[in-house]
């Protein structure tokens, strides 16, 4: 990998935001396959695939821990303590539908997959930092992304590469994408979804409540573009369905009241039917430089839980 690709994906993952994110811990708030998760270090140790260290055995220590190279060495009995991989596996779900390259004002701002891809990286940071385990699905119609999780501080740069190979492409299915995933993810962990939502609301949440049905804990960032929220556009204006490329001509004022009520209905709607199934629903839109919003979100989570 030459210096420029090198720079290109690790765009996503800023000094400044690093230095503010230092002191700050995502706490999954749910016991997770019988740990308190989101904490730095596991305190346990078992038998993953990560060395931790050699100890001198010790009168009661099983025998099959014994490093029996080192014994042929050294003539003494040494034990391999391995550390548990992670207290907690997470997977950030990202959308990577057509609607996700969407952005009203290309000077100012970033599209909604790019905003999504700044916010993965820094949690990935954070989690990774935490001794977490963290995977990435892309999806729009189908999954065509999966990294499993892994722990290892190396993995940020594999994650970290993917993100930046992230494109908008398809129609979205959000709701199939969910359910697949439920049914995938056999241990119970974090899942974090970054999508603008642009799909059947009631499709979405059967895919989110498969999650919990599972037993996992899910975090939504609803991203929208602030025109998509305030519905400001000042003159007679062509709409495309980035999807399916369908156009519509009028006049934005005309129908920025009802459109207004409409999308609250709909944020109303996710925000009340994930409080009662205990799912984390934020909303952000990418106004507000990420770094920000998900310093605000993870001050919000520290207070809250």
């Known amino acids: 990998m030459n210096d420029t690709d090198q720079q290109d994906y690790r765009r996503y993952l800023k000094p400044e935001v690093v230095s503010r994110l230092k002191g700050m811990e995502l706490k999954a708030r749910l016991v997770v396959e019988g740990f308190i998760t989101g904490l730095h270090k596991s305190p ?44 907690l596996k997470a997977y950030i779900l990202i959308d990577t539908s057509a609607s996700m390259g969407y952005v009203s004002d290309e000077k100012r701002r970033i ?47 594999v994650l970290l590469k993917q993100m930046d190979n992230l494109a908008p492409s398809e129609k979205t299915n959000i709701s199939d994408t969910l359910h697949q995933m439920a049914e995938r993810i056999k241990r119970r962990g974090l899942i974090i979804i970054m999508s603008d939502l642009f799909d059947d609301p009631h499709r979405i949440l059967a895919g989110l409540k498969h999650f919990r049905h599972k037993k996992h804990e899910i975090i939504v960032f609803h991203v929208l573009d602030p025109r998509e929220r305030d519905f400001s556009f000042p003159t007679e204006a062509i709409f495309e369905d980035l999807e399916t490329g369908e156009r519509i001509v009028t006049l934005p004022w005309q129908i920025k009241k009802d459109y207004q ?5 709909v944020f109303d709607n996710f925000s009340r039917e994930c409080r009662m199934s205990n799912i984390d629903y934020h909303l952000i839109d990418t106004s507000i430089p990420y770094d920000h919003a998900l310093l605000a979100y993870l001050n919000k989570r520290a207070r809250l839980y």
């Open 261 to 265: 009520k409409e999308l609250s209905s």
């Open 44 to 87: 346990y140790h078992g038998f993953s695939v990560e060395f931790a260290e050699h100890r001198q055995y010790m009168p009661g220590d099983s025998i099959r821990n014994i490093d029996w190279k080192v014994y042929a060495k050294s003539d003494r009995f040494y034990i391999k303590e391995f550390e548990e991989e992670t207290n």
């Open 111 to 157: 599209n909604k997959l790019e905003y999504c891809s700044y916010l993965a990286a820094s949690l990935t940071f954070l989690m990774l930092k935490q001794r977490d385990s963290v995977g990435m699905v892309g999806f729009d119609e189908r999954i065509h992304t999966y990294i499993p999780p892994k722990s290892a501080a190396s993995h940020l740069h």
